[in-house]
Structure formats: structure tokens, C-alpha cells
């Protein structure tokens, strides 16, 4: 399967027009056999890309005190307590800010405001913060989050995944490819038995599909 995937990383990255921005390589898994409509086989996963996102991604962190002072030296954008009320008031201004951040971080505290303001906004999009405990370092889990991706599924049977950027070389790309590809295989009850379909594709190019045998 490496080889194979390895093989649609190239034809990917070959057969992408060329853009004024730097796309996304995703995986898209196709599955069968597996009722979703049963939260228990849902596909939910946090993975740690080895080589990376091939992006800088943005986080956010509701805090306050030494906490903010903490998030703003880790490049971390704060979002003070008092904002939290008036953006439950301003669902726009939410959206807008959930759709602009990859990751939200939060002190304990803040998070029950959090979920009875924003939990409508940020919930729906995976977005609800991680609490940070006031003995850890905001900047140590920023900085793991920023190789993370998170699978979800749902009650869909095709979901994809963005592993990384045509910025990257292709050894890094397989590298993540199958990092994400093992993690979900051994998710499914009968593993690749479970894969309908596979597909390679940057984020405007055509799709490069896999061979699955069951």
C-alpha cells in the first residue's frame, strides 16, 4: 500500500495546475460495511503528522493574566474573558473567528462561559477549546498541535483528510499519508476489508485514486 500511495502522492502533485497559493494534499477515504449512524464506529482521531503540517496553523487561546501574557510570547492569539459574552451576542463576529483559527486553547475557568456562549459556534466545527491547566505551558501544546490533524467521520461514509501541503517533498507527504492512513485502517473492524475506495488529490486538482484490494 505505501508504494501505491506513494504513486498517487506524484500524480497528485504532477497533475495540479499551477496556483498563486501553495495546496493542500488530502486523503479521502471512502467506507463500507460499517453503520455510522451508530456513534460508537465513528471515526474520531487526533494524529501526529511526522513531518509536519506544512503550514503554520492558528491557534487561539481564551485567557487571562499571566496565562495571556504566557499565549501572546507563544504567538498564540488571546481572547480575554470579557469578549467571550459579547461574542455569544454577535454569532457573525463568532463564526468569523471560529472559522479563523485551527485550534482553540483555554484556561479551566473559562470553560463553562465558553460552552454556554460559543459551545453552538465552536461545537458544530470541532472547535471546542482544550483546557490548559495552570501547571502547563500553553506553548507546549500549541507547539504539538501545529503537526495535529483530526479525523472525523461523522455519519459520513466518505470524509478526507488534508495530511500536508504541495510545499512539502514527497518522502514527507508519504510519510504522513500513511501515517493517517494506518491510524484510520485500524479503526475499522475488518481494516482495509472496510475501504470502499481511496483517492490522492491537492486541494484543485483532480483525484488520484488508490487501489484497495479487500
Given at each position: 500500500?505505501?508504494?501505491?500511495?506513494?504513486?498517487?502522492?506524484?500524480?497528485?502533485?504532477?497533475?495540479?495546475?499551477?496556483?498563486?497559493?501553495?495546496?493542500?494534499?488530502?486523503?479521502?477515504?471512502?467506507?463500507?460495511?460499517?453503520?455510522?449512524?451508530?456513534?460508537?464506529?465513528?471515526?474520531?482521531?487526533?494524529?501526529?503528522?511526522?513531518?509536519?503540517?506544512?503550514?503554520?496553523?492558528?491557534?487561539?487561546?481564551?485567557?487571562?493574566?499571566?496565562?495571556?501574557?504566557?499565549?501572546?510570547?507563544?504567538?498564540?492569539?488571546?481572547?480575554?474573558?470579557?469578549?467571550?459574552?459579547?461574542?455569544?451576542?454577535?454569532?457573525?463576529?463568532?463564526?468569523?473567528?471560529a472559522n479563523a483559527y485551527d485550534f482553540f486553547?483555554?484556561?479551566?475557568?473559562?470553560?463553562?462561559?465558553?460552552?454556554?456562549?460559543?459551545?453552538?459556534?465552536?461545537?458544530?466545527?470541532?472547535?471546542?477549546?482544550?483546557?490548559?491547566?495552570?501547571?502547563?505551558?500553553?506553548?507546549?501544546?500549541?507547539?504539538?498541535?501545529?503537526?495535529?490533524?483530526?479525523?472525523?467521520?461523522?455519519?459520513?461514509?466518505?470524509?478526507?483528510?488534508?495530511?500536508?501541503?504541495?510545499?512539502?517533498?514527497?518522502?514527507?507527504?508519504?510519510?504522513?499519508?500513511?501515517?493517517?492512513?494506518?491510524?484510520?485502517?485500524?479503526?475499522?473492524?475488518?481494516?482495509?476489508?472496510?475501504?470502499?475506495?481511496?483517492?490522492?488529490?491537492?486541494?484543485?486538482?483532480?483525484?488520484?485514486?488508490?487501489?484497495?484490494?479487500?
Amino acid at each position: 500500500m505505501e508504494e501505491k500511495i506513494t504513486q498517487a502522492i506524484s500524480d497528485a502533485l504532477e497533475h495540479a495546475p499551477k496556483r498563486k497559493f501553495v495546496e493542500s494534499v488530502d486523503i479521502a477515504f471512502t467506507i463500507q460495511d460499517i453503520d455510522l449512524k451508530n456513534p460508537n464506529n465513528r471515526i474520531k482521531e487526533e494524529i501526529r503528522l511526522p513531518s509536519g503540517r506544512g503550514r503554520e496553523l492558528k491557534i487561539a487561546m481564551f485567557a487571562a493574566g499571566e496565562a495571556a501574557a504566557k499565549a501572546k510570547a507563544a504567538g498564540i492569539h488571546v481572547i480575554t474573558p470579557q469578549e467571550i459574552e459579547d461574542l455569544g451576542g454577535n454569532k457573525g463576529k463568532a463564526k468569523k473567528i471560529a472559522n479563523a483559527y485551527d485550534f482553540f486553547l483555554s484556561e479551566v475557568p473559562h470553560m463553562g462561559l465558553i460552552g454556554r456562549y460559543l459551545g453552538v459556534v465552536l461545537g458544530p466545527r470541532g472547535k471546542m477549546p482544550r483546557p490548559v491547566p495552570p501547571t502547563l505551558d500553553p506553548a507546549i501544546i500549541a507547539a504539538g498541535l501545529q503537526s495535529t490533524v483530526v479525523v472525523k467521520s461523522g455519519d459520513k461514509k466518505t470524509f478526507q483528510i488534508s495530511f500536508g501541503t504541495a510545499g512539502q517533498t514527497k518522502e514527507e507527504l508519504k510519510a504522513n499519508a500513511m501515517e493517517v492512513y494506518n491510524r484510520v485502517i485500524s479503526k475499522l473492524e475488518r481494516g482495509v476489508g472496510n475501504i470502499r475506495s481511496l483517492y490522492i488529490k491537492t486541494t484543485m486538482g483532480p483525484s488520484q485514486m488508490v487501489e484497495v484490494i479487500n
